[in-house]
């Protein structure tokens, strides 16, 4: 059983900074892509960023590119997303998800199939 925890969320102002973790337990993420996805009130689940542990390829939504940076560490078996010039649109409940090294869509979040219980962040105007 794969279990994702999220973790460094919170408030923060309009351009400022935060870094959000996912750290695994379980099956190790050495052949997965993992992914994060945010939802915000009254909206649907989108994709963020993600990233291919065999080889590092990313990927990144437009909304996020240039500012967000998606990374790992394979011996924490932890994946990061480092979030700059923050804006009061970024505030949603993000999820850390995991799925199989042969997915074909990353933006595609029924492709992934563990799923973490969302840390929210909040940035405020």
């Known amino acids: 059983q794969v279990q994702l925890a999220e973790s460094g969320g919170g408030l923060v102002q309009a351009g400022g900074s935060l870094r959000l973790s996912c750290a695994t337990s379980?099956?190790?993420?050495?052949?997965?892509?993992t992914g994060w996805f945010r939802q915000a009130p009254g909206k649907e689940r989108e994709f963020v960023a993600s990233?291919?542990?065999?080889?590092?390829?990313?990927y990144y939504a437009d909304s996020v590119k240039g500012r967000f940076t998606i990374s790992k560490t394979n011996a924490k078996n932890t994946m990061y997303l480092e979030m700059n010039s923050l804006k009061p649109e970024d505030t949603a409940v993000y999820y850390c998800?995991?799925?199989?090294?042969?997915?074909?869509?990353?933006?595609?979040?029924?492709?992934?199939?563990?799923w973490g219980q969302g840390i929210q962040v909040t940035v405020s105007s």
């Open positions: 990233i291919r542990w065999n080889g590092g390829d990313t």
């Open positions: 998800a995991q799925g199989p090294r042969w997915l074909v869509r990353p933006s595609n979040s029924n492709e992934y199939t563990n």
């Open positions: 379980g099956r190790t993420f050495s052949s997965f892509v």
